[in-house]
């Protein structure tokens, strides 16, 4: 069972910044294609980034693209989310999840919820005027 554990989120004004975290247990992060996702009230959880095992793929929803920066530290067990020039539609819970499958190489990515074994918790942000 692996666990993972978001941080980092808050209230920032439109156009700030902020870095999410997400920290896994266990010690074979390394195997793990991970993904950010986010969900407002009333809407469908929905795919935000992607990044593959060894960090050298990545892949993103048109709607961060050019804002949102995802990256990995395997040495930490942890992935990162650095989102820029925030926008108020940007408010929601973000979830930090983990896909595991062995056929996966170092090279994929997954962007469907059902791609995923494993879910934080989530942690808000929330973004004003």
């Known amino acids: 069972q692996v666990q993972l554990a978001e941080s980092g989120g808050g209230l920032v004004q439109a156009g700030g910044s902020l870095r999410l975290s997400c920290v896994a247990s266990?010690?074979?992060?390394?195997?793990?294609?991970m993904g950010w996702f986010r969900q407002v009230p009333g809407k469908e959880r929905e795919f935000v980034v992607g990044?593959?095992?060894?960090?050298?793929?990545?892949y993103y929803a048109d709607s961060v693209k050019g804002r949102f920066t995802i990256s990995r530290d395997n040495a930490k067990n942890t992935v990162y989310l650095q989102m820029n020039s925030l926008k108020r539609e940007d408010t929601a819970v973000y979830y930090c999840?983990?896909?595991?499958?062995?056929?996966?190489?170092?090279?994929?990515?997954?962007?469907?919820?059902?791609?995923?074994?494993?879910w934080g918790q989530g942690t808000q942000v929330t973004v004003s005027s």
């Open positions: 999840a983990a896909a595991v499958k062995s056929y996966y190489s170092d090279v994929d990515i997954a962007s469907m919820i059902k791609d995923y074994n494993y």
């Open positions: 266990g010690s074979t992060f390394w195997r793990y294609v």
């Open positions: 990044i593959s095992r060894g960090g050298g793929r990545t």
